[in-house]
């Protein structure tokens, strides 16, 4: 075993270690509307244990985590991430990942500083593994140069022909267990060696399964530590029933006590296991983050002498929307969204019409305002908004109106889409006398319910 100490100081010096996590994929196997490392348990989302567990290790210096497009601006990833960084006193830099697990491990390799010397790749829905796994296979690999961890096979393993049905096979053959084991994470390699591998399958186009088997291709020995059981990877929602149950343990213990487990069995990884109280409280625990739908409508008039303000731009037009505030029918319907999809009422309730503090006020601010109490609750999936106006035209400022909305939310801007429509001339909007606006807006609801 390596010394904790030596690792702790002198090896740094020389021979620092960095952390990646990939976390792009959308675990859709999981079968939630969110991906599965931000679904969250016991308090924090898996991706926070993970990252958690990870940065508190003191061989690891920093860390590079890979996100999914857009998910680098969540209100929810930036404060784990300033978190993380001031709890542990390490970098923590994130990035936008690729379309596989390979191309965002390769992306993070490139950002990790040119003095460090070995990396350690560990899945972002696997929480559950101990510092002395890590520890462990790192120390195989300053041996070998690489190594991974698994663990032996204990069911049959039969060769199957699939069938007319999804859930049906037909057996082929029999195989040996013997010399065959599960790979999981993490895994240890030479920074260098690791970079030239991802370099050499990104020339050859070859995707592998792990970053064990890029090694393995390109003709070096991958040395295999034996792992552990409970170092479970996410993939299915019975996954997260089982996680739900350690992790649930172990928060409530530290609840009552404000320190780690000193109570019941101990299981690998730094938990206790502690059953759960029935089937209720595991349901709340697939509670914990759910889709929510919020519907807006906002109309005012048309007026001379009123500027005509649209999601924050100002739109050049004779006449302007006449309102208590500035009047913005599309921030005042997206604000009811929310609201609604949160049950939290409407825009009235949280800026009366006839308060003297909100004269001439800017919609798109107290839609931020409203945001900064909502986002602690929720995020933002998709805003679908339309304005309905005969004048003025309108199109040529829907993408001010976009980046406006979407830097009010801090949401990405393609998680933002605005229609502009003709009343054809109908009604009192066809006649140009006033704009209205709609939006229909889907929220992940966190916290239990």
């Known amino acids: ?21 990939p976390a792009a994929g959308q675990g859709i196997r999981a079968g939630g509307r969110v991906p599965k490392q931000f679904v969250e348990l016991a308090g924090k989302p898996i991706l926070e244990w993970t990252l958690d567990k990870v940065m508190s290790m003191p061989e690891v210096d920093g860390a590079v985590i890979a996100l999914p497009h857009g998910y680098e601006n969540f209100g929810l990833v930036q404060r784990m991430v300033r978190n993380l960084e001031s709890k542990h006193d390490k970098p923590l830099v994130t990035i936008t990942g690729g379309q596989t697990r390979q191309e965002s491990v390769g992306l993070a390799l490139e950002k990790i500083p040119p003095h460090v010397s070995w990396v350690m790749v560990h899945d972002a829905a696997r929480p559950l593994f101990s510092r002395d796994l890590a520890l462990r296979v790192y120390e195989a690999a300053r041996e070998h140069l690489a190594a991974v961890c698994g663990i032996s096979i204990t069911d049959t393993v039969k060769a199957v022909i699939p069938s007319h049905r999804e859930d049906l096979w037909f057996v082929h053959s029999t195989l ?45 020995k991958v040395a295999v530590v034996r792992g552990e059981r409970l170092n479970l990877k996410v993939t299915f929602p019975e996954d997260l029933a089982v996680l739900s149950m350690v992790l649930e343990g172990h928060g409530e213990h530290a609840e009552k006590t404000g320190r780690p487990e000193t109570a019941g069995r101990r299981i690998p990884g730094g ?85 003297p503090r909100f004269k001439d006020a800017r919609s798109l601010d107290l839609l931020k305002n409203i945001w900064s109490e909502a986002g602690k609750v929720s995020e933002i999936f998709h805003l679908d908004c339309t304005l309905v106006a005969q004048e003025p035209r309108l199109s040529p400022y829907i993408e001010d109106m976009r980046h406006n909305i979407s830097q009010a939310l801090t949401i990405p801007v393609d998680r933002v889409s605005i229609k502009a429509t003709s009343p054809e001339k109908l009604g009192s909007l066809g006649r140009s006398e006033g704009i209205a606006a709609f939006c229909v807006a889907t929220l992940i609801r966190k916290g239990r319910v």
């Not at 690792?7 to 990646?20: H, N, P």
């Not at 030479?190 to 030239?196: A, C, K, N, S, V």
């Not at 005509?308 to 309102?323: F, H, M, N, R």
Request: charged share 25%; net charge positive; aromatic share 6%.
């Open 1 to 21: 075993m390596l010394n904790p100490k030596r690792q702790a100081g002198t090896m740094k010096m020389s021979e620092s270690l960095w952390a990646v996590i």
């Open 176 to 220: 040996s267990r013997d010399g065959v084991v599960m790979i999981q994470t993490p895994q240890v390699f030479r920074l260098g060696l690791l970079r030239q591998c991802h370099e050499m399958a990104r020339r050859d186009g070859f995707l592998g399964t792990d970053d064990g088997q890029l090694v393995e291709r390109y003709g070096h």
């Open 271 to 355: 938990f206790r296991y502690r059953r759960p109280s029935g089937l209720s409280r595991l349901r709340r625990q697939y509670e914990v983050a759910i889709p929510v739908t919020g519907l807006g409508f906002d109309v005012h008039p048309l007026v001379s002498g009123r500027r005509c303000v649209l999601g924050g731009v100002e739109i050049p037009s004779p006449k302007g929307l006449l309102g208590h505030s500035d009047a913005d029918v599309l921030c005042h319907a997206v604000s009811d969204a929310v609201l609604g999809a949160l049950s939290l009422g409407d825009i009235g309730k949280w800026f009366p019409p006839g308060d």
